[in-house]
């Protein structure tokens, strides 16, 4: 699994095409070439770009989910509502469908951030809304995530 790293603002021109930042191309210059899928974030009112490597250890997690189960073939059907396969166009572009954009609510100003493997494509607004600390106390956040943790046996 690849770490990628930095937040970065950019511009969505009017057909919906965003050009990525040159520093996330020289992260992911050995995923160009594969495509990457799109999607609604699940939590957030934003977008999720998956390179496909990423994208297919995802699938094959999801797939071992028992079909006849209501509440995973439920699951499965939001999860992937609005997937898309895209390219790096060769000026290094990506095209965002009309309808995530949309739901996104990203019109100009954007910020495309890391997080982790994947990235999050945002409006730059909401992303700014969404790290605010008026709407949640991060020290509180990270000590309650992290904080239990036993880094010497976390480490070894």
């Known amino acids: 699994m690849q ?62 989910l028992n079909r006849f189960n209501q509440k995973n073939i439920d699951f499965i059907r939001r999860f992937t509502a609005g997937v898309r396969f895209i390219e790096i166009d060769s000026t290094g572009r990506i095209l965002i469908p009309r309808d995530l954009l949309t739901n996104a609510n990203i019109k100009k100003e954007t910020v495309v951030s890391s997080v982790v493997n994947i990235l999050e494509i945002w409006d730059k607004k909401l992303y700014e809304e969404s790290i605010s600390e008026a709407k949640i106390n991060f020290a509180k956040l990270a000590e309650d995530v992290m904080g239990d943790k036993d880094e010497k046996n976390e480490l070894s």
């Open 3 to 64: 770490h990628l790293i930095g937040s970065y603002e950019c511009k969505a021109d009017s057909k919906g095409r965003i050009m990525l930042p040159v520093a996330l191309k020289k992260q992911l210059y050995k995923k160009l070439k594969q495509g990457f899928v799109i999607k609604r974030a699940v939590f957030n009112k934003c977008l999720e770009l998956y390179p496909i490597s990423e994208w297919e250890l995802l699938m094959k997690r999801i797939n071992k």
